[in-house]
């Protein structure tokens, strides 16, 4: 467990291994993110709502095993990875297509801004047919267009060839998903949770459930794909990933771990 002191010098607990879905858990009643707390004597911790009133105290074992639960939804099963993949196979070629002819038009956009700049210096430095203030007006103006398009440029000169090995990576991950989130540390538990659900979930004191408002697309796909019954999960998988319509976002990268201090 990581400590630090605040402003008073007295230190509190920034991670307490029993408590990972601390803040990022949401109620489900009144929206607010959960704390926690032990109760030393029987050394049992506890979700709590924050809201006043709220009287939902969880105990937290029970709730870390229904979440487990939870993700094993946004898992995909082992046999599904390769016609996931093959799937994806034409969808990706829609993108690399869409990107080459979109870097096509931002060259030769990059090549009529530099001539401008080329033809202004000219005028300026060389055949001194134009005044310094309005070199200095139209300068930055050229400058910044084509900042503006060198970083385009980059941004969608990024070849989708190699999409299908970390898609692939992504669905071999997801395969364990459970298994990795019980058994990672409070760090990587967050940087998962929050990579798989941006905006964290909310959880149901009555039903004992956890449900989503946002969850990341890969796993949004995987989740459609395991609402089909077992034995038309193959054929639906294609229309499933068309209709998920996020294409370039389908990627997994999972964002920079976050730590949350208790309450």
């Known amino acids: 467990i ?10 509190h607990q920034k991670e307490i291994e029993p408590l990972p879905l601390k803040v990022f858990m949401k109620c489900d009643y009144c929206g607010n993110g959960y704390t926690g707390y032990i109760v030393k004597k029987k050394n049992i911790y ?28 946004h898992s995909i099963s082992p046999d599904l990875v390769e016609p996931f993949l093959s799937n994806m196979a034409g969808a990706f070629d829609k ?14 956009s990059l ?25 200095r007006k139209l300068k930055p103006k050229y400058s910044e267009e084509k900042a503006q398009i060198v970083e385009s440029i980059e941004n969608c000169g990024q070849d989708c060839s190699n999409y299908n090995q970390y898609l692939s990576n992504a669905l071999q991950f997801s395969c364990k998903l459970s298994a990795v989130w019980a058994s990672a540390s409070i760090p990587h538990k967050e940087r998962l949770q929050n990579t798989i659900f941006p905006e964290g979930v909310l959880y149901n004191r009555k039903n004992e459930a956890f449900r989503t408002e946002n969850v990341g697309v890969l796993f949004g796909v995987i989740a459609s794909l395991n609402s089909i019954p077992e034995d038309n999960k193959k054929g639906q998988l294609n229309r499933i990933i068309e209709l998920s319509n996020q294409v370039g976002a389908i990627g997994f990268e999972p964002p920079t771990p976050t730590s949350r201090s208790s309450a």
């Open 95 to 108: 993108l690399n297509n869409t990107n080459r002819e979109q870097l096509t038009d931002m060259k030769s």
């Open 2 to 11: 990581r400590q630090s002191a605040n402003k008073f010098g007295v230190t």
């Open 46 to 73: 506890y979700y709590k709502c924050r809201t006043i009133g709220c009287k939902c105290n969880q105990n937290a074992v029970t709730v870390n095993d229904k979440f487990v639960g939870f993700l094993g939804k």
């Open 111 to 135: 090549a009529d801004v530099q001539k401008k700049i080329d033809k202004l210096e000219e005028k300026y430095f060389i055949e001194e047919q134009m005044s310094e203030e309005t070199y």
